[in-house]
């Protein structure tokens, strides 16, 4: 696995904060880039991207990748991250553990995988190919999933170890994602942690989810609430220091919610690891 600096704490870079964000750079210590909405495009969104650069450390996360899918990888799209990569100045890219595309069709969503050790072997050889084209580190996001498979052979935290180690690559622990697997599926999140191969975690993804009748939502659009932060402190204890992003993306706030949400977290952080860390220089 390739050593990525600390970076401190972060958040998405959506269009709704770009001017409030630029105003007030020193509000935030690093921003992740969400590679699908700024692929290819030149104009505005490529002039934020060069500017995110210049002001911040940056950091690339997708959903469109389907290391897991059933078509070959898409190699072209690998060249474009990579070329992304290079404008934005990112020290990582990151996509989830699933799929999101098959037989030619997008599906604009992250479809588990069935935890079996055949998919793992599929995945690996697929993180390997990702990791050679793009001579950057990468990771994989654990994903919410609201459902699970009669074949799987593998729990959720045994799953991810034997894809990671088996690939060598990151981990982006999405400890908001861990919850939500334990109110829909049951277990305790803190096992699942503790069950992490927790030396490749290289950030972290915190967010709010909503209950929507019997299943709780991963929806990215409310406040972290505080059993999440209790989690987070309960990783930090074990990991130290990691870089550290609120993920925001439906019903956005204005920034200055936004920004107290990651200050929050930075507190929890704070707390654990008793003097604040500094992280690495843009
Ligand atoms: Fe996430």
Do not use: K
């Not at 690998?78 to 599906?107: K, N, Q």
């Not at 793009?134 to 994989?140: D, K």
């Not at 935290?157 to 690559?169: I, K, P, S, T």
């Amino acid at each position: 696995m390739r050593p990525v600096p600390y970076l401190g704490h972060g958040v998405g870079l959506r269009r709704p904060h770009w001017e409030a964000l630029f105003a007030t750079p020193q509000r935030v210590d690093f921003v992740e880039l969400l590679v699908d909405n700024a692929l290819g495009r030149g104009g505005r969104t490529r002039g934020v991207v060069e500017r995110a650069r210049d002001t911040w450390p940056t950091v690339l996360h997708g959903v469109a990748l389907s290391i897991g899918g059933p078509d070959p990888l898409d190699l072209d799209y690998l060249d474009r991250v990579a070329e992304l990569a290079h404008a934005a100045g990112a020290r990582w890219y990151t996509d989830h553990l699933c799929w999101s595309s098959g037989f030619g069709v997008e599906y604009h969503d992250l479809i588990p995988l069935p935890a079996t050790r055949e998919a793992v072997e599929r995945v690996v050889e697929r993180v390997r190919t990702v990791q050679a084209r793009l001579h950057l580190p990468f990771g994989l996001e654990n994903p919410s999933v609201y459902v699970r498979y009669a074949d799987d052979e593998l729990s959720e935290a045994e799953f991810l170890r034997a894809v990671l180690e088996g690939a060598d690559c990151g981990l982006l622990l999405d400890v908001n994602n861990v919850y939500v697997n334990s109110l829909n599926h049951g277990g305790d999140p803190r096992e699942v942690i503790a069950a992490l191969p927790l030396d490749r975690v290289m950030q972290i993804h915190l967010a709010g989810h909503e209950r929507v009748g019997d299943v709780v939502i991963d929806t990215h659009g409310a406040p972290m609430v505080d059993p999440v932060l209790d989690l987070y402190a309960y990783t930090l204890a074990r990991t130290g220091p990691v870089s550290t992003l609120i993920e925001w993306d439906n019903d956005l706030p204005p920034a200055e919610v936004l920004l107290a949400e990651s200050d929050r977290a930075r507190a929890v952080a704070a707390a654990v690891l008793g003097e604040r860390p500094v992280p690495c220089p843009a």
